[in-house]
């Protein structure tokens, strides 16, 4: 109960440092990020706490030999197949469900906890789905961008569904009230060294934030349709020769 | 030995411009020559491009840079902040982007062709007359493919590719929303500038 009320506070804490932090509140994407002067001060908590975080995933990386890496990679990954197989059942994706119990008691067994994903090279698929991708093929398509503390770039919607996801996820469930921090915190670490390569990028954007925000909410299109999201429009970026409105930028700097 | 002739053979229909006529021009054959050819070309004369990054360069100008259309990209990344512009302008931008694309793209290649593989997939239902998407998939050394498509949209001379899209991540959407701030709060003379500086920097 003690560790469990320990997260709370930690988010009441991101929340009054982010009051502090002196970041512009700008409104770059008005439709998808309504909330942007919160996620941006989040944001800046996040980066913050990625001061303590990152120097403990690059020695991970460091000492961790690959394929090592790649066993923890497969180990956590096998353990979010429970909320996949649910979430395939949600969205009516039953040939695919029956192979994500295949994949999970094959990895877990003779996979070694799932250290090796034997599954694969035997021609087991792997699939990712969460509640919040099965909301939106229900029809619940846009959600506000919502910056978590900690977690960082959601929706709304997403964020929503993680939170039931957690509550059956077997790493997911230390947040409420499991004592499996150290195996919480490792997949923390694990996941932050994945993102290593891509700092230099983030650092040297004119703006970061709105590239993390592209970066995910693109990418998290691309998960929701499968890898097979519809093409884009381009011409609305040509309409912008032509409209009229005036940047509001330069109306409120 | 054979190859190596074979391959210089390659290289040379495609400098004549002759491949173009006999060939078919729809987006995914013209992918599939061009990155195979080019692909093909570095894993050959690794060593001579490794010393001569130039040599390199000046490839990637000559193969592919006809495929693409840098100046399409470049209206729609700069988007609203293009509108007043004079032309050179834009086309001094689209230079800019098209320098620091070969360079980056010559490192890659440098780093990667011995090394990953392209599988181009099918076109898949009929081909659009005007837009199309060409499938492709990075196949990594160690296992796992990164999935990688082109948008392609048909031009007076032909397709030509406009937009590079890996795992739903839009090259010319990300771009745009970084590009378009810059250039209204700094000008576009100082953005041409600083990807010019890239430029050099990256070629250290």
Redesign the interface.
């Known amino acids: 109960m003690q560790k469990r009320l320990s997260l709370i506070s930690l988010l009441i804490l991101s929340l009054v440092l982010a009051g502090c932090a002196g970041t512009q509140s700008r409104h770059t994407d008005p439709e998808n990020d309504p909330w942007e002067g919160y996620n941006r001060k989040v944001y800046a908590f996040n980066d913050g706490l990625d001061k303590v975080v990152r120097p403990v995933a690059v020695a991970y990386d460091k000492i961790t030999p690959d394929p090592v890496q790649r066993g923890f990679g497969n180990f956590f990954r096998n353990l979010d197949a429970p909320v996949t197989y649910v979430n395939l059942v949600l969205q009516g994706k039953f040939k695919e469900s029956v192979e994500t119990i295949g994949r999970f008691l094959v990895n877990s067994t003779i996979g070694l906890l799932g250290f090796f994903d034997l599954a694969s090279k035997w021609g087991l698929p792997y699939y990712n789905e969460d509640l919040g991708q099965t909301l939106a093929t229900w029809g619940y398509e846009d959600s506000r961008y919502l910056m978590l503390p900690v977690f960082g770039p959601s929706t709304f919607r997403d964020g929503t569904g993680r939170l039931v996801d957690s509550y059956y996820h077997p790493v997911g469930r230390v947040l409420h009230g499991s004592n499996e921090w150290g195996l919480w915190i490792f997949r923390g670490i694990d996941t932050r060294a994945r993102y290593l390569d891509q700092d230099a990028e983030l650092q040297q954007a004119y703006d970061p934030y709105v590239l993390m925000r592209d970066v995910w909410i693109q990418n998290r299109q691309y998960q929701i349709y499968d890898g097979d999201p519809p093409m884009m429009d381009y011409d609305l970026y040509l309409d912008d020769y032509s409209e009229e409105e005036e940047p509001a930028t330069e109306v409120d700097p | 030995m054979k190859l190596r002739i074979l391959l210089f053979a390659i290289t040379l229909v495609f400098s004549s411009g002759l491949l173009a006529q006999t060939q078919a021009d729809d987006p995914v054959s013209l992918v599939e020559s061009i990155t195979g050819a080019i692909f093909a070309d570095v894993t050959e004369n690794m060593e001579e491009y490794t010393a001569n990054p130039e040599a390199l360069e000046a490839l990637v100008r000559r193969d592919l840079m006809p495929l693409l259309d840098i100046n399409y990209s470049a ?2 990344i700069l ?2 902040a ?2 007043g512009l004079k032309q050179e302008k834009i086309d001094e931008f689209a230079t800019s982007m098209t320098d620091l694309l070969v360079n980056r793209y010559a490192k890659g290649l440098l780093y990667f062709s011995s090394e990953v593989k392209i599988r181009v997939l099918p076109q898949r239902g009929e081909l659009n007359e005007k ?1 199309t ?1 060409v499938r492709s998939r990075v196949v990594m050394p ?1 296992g796992g493919e990164a ?1 990688v498509d082109y ?1 392609f ?1 048909n031009t007076p001379d032909g397709w030509k590719a ?2 590079v899209i890996v ?4 090259y ?3 771009y ?4 378009m ?2 250039v ?1 709060a700094n000008g576009i003379d100082n953005v041409i500038e600083r990807l010019n500086k890239g430029q050099l920097e990256l070629a250290e």
Request: charged fraction near 35%; charge should be positive; proline fraction near 7%.
């Open positions: 209206r729609l988007g609203r293009g509108r837009l998407r160690k999935p948008a949209h406009f937009d795992e739903g991540i839009s010319v959407t990300t745009r929303n970084q590009i701030p810059e209204k």
